[in-house]
C-alpha cells in the first residue's frame, strides 16, 4: 500500500507543479481570487450598508467614499462588494445545478445509449428551447419578492442542456476507445469505468464545463437584473449597473458609478476563461511541454 | 476448448432501424488446445465483430460460444470475470487501447485490483517484473511512463505482459502488429509462437495473409460475414477451394516473382463455388473436401 500512496502524492505534486508554471492559470487565478476576496471581506472594511444614504449624492472618489457616491449618496465600493457577493453565490449555485444536471443526464446518455437515450435527450431538447428570461417574466409575475437564490436557481435549471449534450457526445466516443474496453475485459464494473477511464479524461471538461457554468450564470443574473428582472431586494453587480444607466450616469460623467460593476464583471468572467484554458494544458500531459 | 456455433450479429441499419445488416452470418468453427487459428478477412469482413463477441463486448445476436463445454453467450457478473481470467484480448491500435490520463503501466495495477487483491507488492512486483522480462521488456525502463513517452511496439508488449498475467488460455489477438513497423512485427509475432509452446491458445485476427500463414497451424476465410473456407493452414493455402480464397491467395504480391510472371491458377472447383456471401438468399453448407478442411457451398 506505501508504494501505491507515493506514487499518488508524486501524481497530485506533478498537477499542482504545472499549475503554478501555467502563466493563464496563474493570471485567471489572480483576477479571480481578487474578487472573491474583496467580495468575502470587503463588507467589512465599510461602514455604510449597500443602501444607507451615506453621504452627498454624486460625490467623486475621496478617502471617504472609495468609489464615490450614486446620485443619491450611496456608497458605490459598499454596493460593489455586496454586489460581487451576491454575484459569486448566484455564479455558485446556478454553475453548480447547471453544471450537476448537465453531467449526470449526459454521462448517463452517453454510456447508456438506446432508448434511455433518447428520452434524456428529448428532455434536453425541449430544455433548451426555453429561455430564461421567459422563466424569470413568469416567476416575476407569481413570486411576491424575488431572491438571489430562486435566481440562481432558475438560472441553473435552464442552463444544464448545452452541457448535457456536449457531455453525452464525449462519452459516446470515449466509451468506444479500446481502453474502454480494456477496462472492461478486465472485470472493472460499470460505475468505475465511468468515473475512473471516462470522467478523467474529461477532467479538463468537467472543469472548463463548470467554470463556464459559473461565468454564465454571472452573466445571466446580470442580464436579468439589467432589464428589471433582479432581485427585489438586495443589491447586485447588474442591478448598480441597472441604476446607473436608469439615472443617467454616463451623461452625468459619473464614470465612478457604471464603471466599477463593468470592470469587475468583465474580469471576473475573463479570469475564468483565462483559468479555462490554462486547465486544458495542466490535465493533459499531451500538451504539457517535454 | 472454444467452440463457437451459428454465431451471428445483426445491426440495425436505415431510419429507424428497419434494415438489418449482417456483420456476421452463422459462423461455426472451434478453437483447441494449442491453437494458433488466423482469422482471415477484408476490411469490413467481421473479424473484429467476431473477436469482440467472443471478448463478451459486443453482444450476440444469434448462436451460442461455448467455452470448455460451458455456454458462455449470457454470462454476467462473477461467472464473466473466471471468463475473463481465461480468455482476454490485445486489441489492434496499441496507442488507443491506454488511457492517455494515466501512465502506462495503469493497466497492470487494474490487473492486480481485479484479479490479484490479496497479492502482496513484492509478490505482485516480482509477477509483473517476470511477466515484463517474457515479452522482453525492461521493467526499469517502461514504468512509470505515459503511453505516449512508449513506442508502439513496447505498448504492444504491455498488452501482451497484461493477458500473461492473468495466466490466460486463450488470447484474442486482433490485428496486433498491424500497427507495428517490419521489424517489431517478427518479434510480436515470434513471441506469440513462443507462448504457443507454453500452452496458449491464440485467436489471431488478421487480414495479412502471408502473416496468417506464418504463425497459424489452422486459417478461417472470412468474407462478409460468412466463413467460407477453414481447415488446417497448409491445406487452405495450398489447396485453396473457394473461389474467394482463391482470389485472396492471388492478391498477394510475391518477394520471388514479378506480377506477368505468375502462373495462372488452375480453378478445380469452380463450378460448386460460384456463391457470393449476401448476393444470394440461397443457404450454404459447410462441407469437408478433404480431412478438416471445409468450404461453403451452397
Known amino acids: ?290 | 476448448m472454444l467452440e463457437a456455433t451459428n454465431l451471428t450479429k445483426e445491426f440495425k441499419v436505415g431510419s429507424f432501424g428497419r434494415g438489418v445488416f449482417k456483420a456476421v452470418n452463422k459462423a461455426s468453427f472451434k478453437i483447441d488446445n494449442k491453437d494458433i487459428v488466423s482469422l482471415i478477412g477484408e476490411s469490413g469482413s467481421g473479424k473484429t465483430t467476431i473477436g469482440r463477441m467472443i471478448l463478451k463486448l459486443t453482444q450476440i445476436s444469434g448462436g451460442q460460444i461455448k467455452y470448455n463445454g460451458k455456454d458462455v453467450s449470457d454470462i454476467k457478473n462473477k461467472n464473466l470475470k473466471e471468463y475473463y481470467r481465461k480468455v482476454q484480448g490485445v486489441f489492434q491500435d496499441p496507442f488507443s487501447t491506454f488511457n492517455p490520463i494515466f501512465k502506462a503501466d495503469r493497466i497492470f495495477k487494474m490487473v492486480k485490483n481485479e484479479f490479484y487483491p490479496a497479492l502482496s507488492n513484492k509478490e505482485w512486483e516480482k509477477k509483473l517484473d517476470d511477466s515484463l522480462k517474457s515479452v522482453g521488456l525492461n521493467p526499469k525502463e517502461v514504468l512509470n511512463k505515459y503511453p505516449h513517452q512508449l513506442s508502439g511496439g513496447q505498448l504492444q508488449r504491455f498488452l501482451i505482459a497484461r493477458a500473461l498475467l492473468i495466466d490466460v488460455e486463450l488470447l484474442i489477438a486482433d490485428e496486433i502488429i498491424s500497427m507495428l513497423d517490419a521489424s517489431t512485427r517478427i518479434d510480436v509475432l515470434n513471441l506469440l509462437a513462443m507462448l504457443k509452446e507454453k500452452g496458449l491458445s491464440v485467436l489471431f485476427i488478421t487480414h495479412d495473409l502471408s502473416l496468417g500463414y506464418y504463425i497459424s497451424n489452422k486459417a478461417i476465410i472470412l468474407y462478409r460475414g460468412v466463413i467460407v473456407e477453414m481447415g488446417p493452414t497448409d491445406k487452405v493455402f495450398f489447396n485453396p477451394v473457394h473461389s474467394y480464397t482463391q482470389s485472396l491467395l492471388d492478391s498477394v504480391p510475391r518477394l520471388d516473382m514479378k506480377w506477368d510472371e505468375i502462373p495462372k491458377r488452375k480453378k478445380t472447383y469452380t463450378d460448386i463455388v460460384s456463391y457470393i456471401p449476401g448476393m444470394s438468399k440461397r443457404e450454404l453448407k459447410m462441407t469437408e473436401i478433404e480431412e478438416n478442411h471445409f468450404v461453403a457451398i451452397e
Open chain 1, 1 to 290: 500500500m506505501k508504494v501505491k500512496n507515493e506514487k499518488e502524492i508524486s501524481n497530485t505534486k506533478e498537477i499542482l507543479y504545472f499549475t503554478f508554471k501555467n502563466k493563464k492559470m496563474i493570471i485567471g487565478m489572480c483576477l479571480f481570487l481578487f474578487f472573491l476576496l474583496l467580495g468575502v471581506f470587503g463588507p467589512y472594511l465599510t461602514q455604510y450598508g449597500p443602501m444607507d444614504y451615506a453621504g452627498p449624492g454624486y460625490h467623486p472618489p475621496s478617502s471617504e467614499y472609495w468609489l464615490g457616491t450614486t446620485f443619491f449618496g450611496q456608497d458605490v465600493f459598499s454596493q460593489l462588494v455586496h454586489g460581487l457577493r451576491s454575484s459569486f453565490g448566484v455564479g455558485l449555485l446556478g454553475g453548480t445545478i447547471a453544471t450537476l444536471i448537465g453531467l449526470s443526464v449526459g454521462f448517463f446518455a452517453g454510456y447508456k445509449g438506446g432508448v434511455v437515450d433518447e428520452i434524456l435527450m428529448m428532455v434536453t431538447n425541449v430544455m433548451m428551447v426555453i429561455p430564461t428570461i421567459a422563466l424569470m417574466i413568469v416567476f416575476a409575475a407569481y413570486l411576491p419578492y424575488r431572491g438571489v437564490t430562486i435566481q440562481a436557481v432558475i438560472i441553473g435549471c435552464t442552463a444544464w442542456p448545452w452541457t448535457a449534450r456536449a457531455v453525452r457526445s464525449q462519452t459516446f466516443s470515449l466509451k468506444q476507445r479500446n481502453f474502454v474496453s480494456l477496462a472492461r475485459i478486465t472485470g472493472v464494473k460499470t460505475i468505475k469505468i465511468i468515473s475512473g477511464e471516462i470522467a478523467p479524461n474529461m477532467l479538463s471538461y468537467v472543469f472548463m464545463v463548470y467554470i463556464l457554468q459559473f461565468g454564465g450564470s454571472i452573466l445571466a443574473a446580470v442580464t436579468l437584473d439589467f432589464i428589471g428582472l433582479g432581485p427585489t431586494m438586495g443589491i447586485s453587480l447588474g442591478l448598480m449597473l441597472e441604476n446607473a444607466v436608469l439615472w443617467n450616469a454616463i451623461q452625468l460623467g459619473m464614470w465612478w458609478w457604471i464603471i466599477p460593476p463593468g470592470l469587475a464583471i468583465t474580469l471576473i468572467v475573463g479570469g475564468l476563461y483565462f483559468m479555462n484554458t490554462g486547465l486544458d494544458e495542466i490535465f493533459n500531459p499531451k500538451l504539457r511541454e517535454m
